[in-house]
């Protein structure tokens, strides 16, 4: 493994990370990895953790994000399983979770962050600390929604999560793509980087590597285009020190056009099915 990338944590603490190309799965190491990565979400401004907005791009960020909330449930429904039983795991505030359960699904939702679970709870939304205290022992779909890369200890954590799916069963798996334009483009400044906080950056061959390995087979690989546009604005601001709107947006456009044809959109849906 070698030296890809030196990157800073542009979001909170200005400290500084390498990225380490691992060749076998195509995908970037952060290093190094703290082992209190609580401090680094500590911020009333990470957004994934509360409902508030406060900029011009939290408040894109959340729009996205509602709209989002229906496409989702569309693609759940589309895998037509039986029981329908929905583990969602990095959960955040749980609107996720809720959308689903009002659509005729037994969804729970697993999110380690307080204060998230906390704003989760405001709207009458339960979600477990871990899973120790979760409903199933085997469930239909498990989705992560921009989870895999922060979650330690990954080989262990795969392990656990693909343990608790039925046979035939899906995981969605919501990730960027660090072979995107924008990626490329901002190099250093991407903010989907986002050290220390994604541990792991993925390529369209990392994914399916990785599951493999645990009985898990690609169906389908799908763009989120919005995420161009989210990830150039923020990665504008970290390079410039300040808001370029129109400029990121342009750079999200340029990638999303850029990537019909070569297909590395900034961020991908993986939907898997369990073969064993």
Same mark, same amino acid.
């Given at each position: ?10 979001? %909170? ?49 959340? &729009? ?24 969602? !795991? ?27 679970? %906390? ?5 009458? !939304? ?66 989907? &980087? ?20 645990? %009985?898990?087979?690609? !169906? ?9 546009? &989210? ?29 019909? &044809? ?15």
């Amino acid at each position: 493994m070698k030296l890809y990338l030196k990157t800073k944590d542009y979001f %909170n603490t200005h400290e500084s990370f390498d990225l380490i190309y691992n060749p076998e799965l195509d995908m970037l190491i952060t290093d190094p990895q703290p082992k209190d990565l609580d401090k680094y979400y500590s911020s009333d401004y990470y957004i994934s953790h509360n409902d508030q907005r406060k900029s011009i791009i939290d408040k894109i960020y959340k &729009y996205v994000k509602d709209y989002s909330l229906s496409k989702k449930l569309r693609l759940i429904d589309s895998l037509n399983t039986t029981q329908k039983k929905l583990l969602d !795991i990095g959960a955040g505030t749980g609107d996720f979770v809720k959308t689903i359960n009002q659509n005729s699904w037994k969804a729970e939702g697993i999110e380690p962050n307080i204060n998230a679970r %906390n704003q989760a709870k405001k709207k009458n !939304i339960t979600l477990h600390k871990d899973f120790d205290t979760i409903t199933y022992d085997a469930y239909d779909v498990i989705t992560l929604w921009h989870v895999l890369e922060h979650l330690p200890d990954l080989e262990n954590q795969l392990i656990k999560i693909t343990s608790l799916l039925k046979k035939n069963s899906f995981i969605i798996v919501a990730v960027p793509n660090f072979k995107s334009y924008d990626a490329q483009h901002y190099q250093k400044f991407w903010a989907a &980087y986002d050290t220390p906080r994604h541990l792991w950056h993925f390529s369209r061959n990392s994914i399916p590597a990785l599951l493999r390995k645990h %009985n898990m087979e690609l !169906i389908e690989t799908k763009p989120m285009y919005f995420d161009s546009f &989210y990830v150039s604005l923020l990665s504008e601001k970290y390079k410039s020190g300040k808001n370029n709107y129109l400029k990121g947006f342009m750079l999200g456009l340029i990638s999303n056009i850029k990537a019909l &044809y070569t297909k590395e959109y900034s961020s991908l849906i993986y939907i898997l099915k369990k073969t064993q």
